[in-house]
Nanobody, 121 residues
Framework: QVQLVESGGGLVQPGGSLRLSCAAS????????MGWHRQAPDKQRELVAI???????HYTDSVKGRFTISRDNAKNTVFLQMNSLKPEDTAVYYC???????????????WGQGTQVTVSS
């Protein structure tokens, strides 16, 4: 089983910054994609940013120019640098990975348990 463990959430004032980290561990044979989704109260979960092997990072429009996703393949870790945070960025942020546990497996989706980000003065 692949486990994803997030860290770095918290309370920050508008205009501030936070850096989220997510490390994959367990039976990790290969990871194709890693990224972040978020879910605000009474809203659907949405993709925030994702990075894939050999591809360019993708961001939802509302965070372009403010958030940066990066990945350390050697450590199976993905980061989300969040700058110029706004109250509307308040949500639970979930780490996501598309990975295989064994060489013959199909790609499967894995989720972290989430970390709260609150942007408020």
């Amino acid at each position: 089983q692949v486990q994803l463990v997030e860290s770095g959430g918290g309370l920050v004032q508008p205009g501030g910054s936070l850096r989220l980290s997510c490390a994959a561990s367990g039976s990790v044979f290969s990871i194709y994609a890693m990224g972040w989704h978020r879910q605000a109260p009474d809203k659907q979960r949405e993709l925030v940013a994702i990075t894939t092997d050999g591809g360019s990072p993708h961001y939802t429009d509302s965070v372009k120019g403010r958030f940066t996703i990066s990945r350390d393949n050697a450590k199976n870790t993905v980061f989300l640098q969040m700058n110029s945070l706004k109250p509307e960025d308040t949500a639970v942020y979930y780490c996501y990975a598309q990975a295989k546990e064994r060489v013959g497996d199909r790609w499967s989706a894995y989720w972290g348990q989430g970390t709260q980000v609150t942007v408020s003065s």
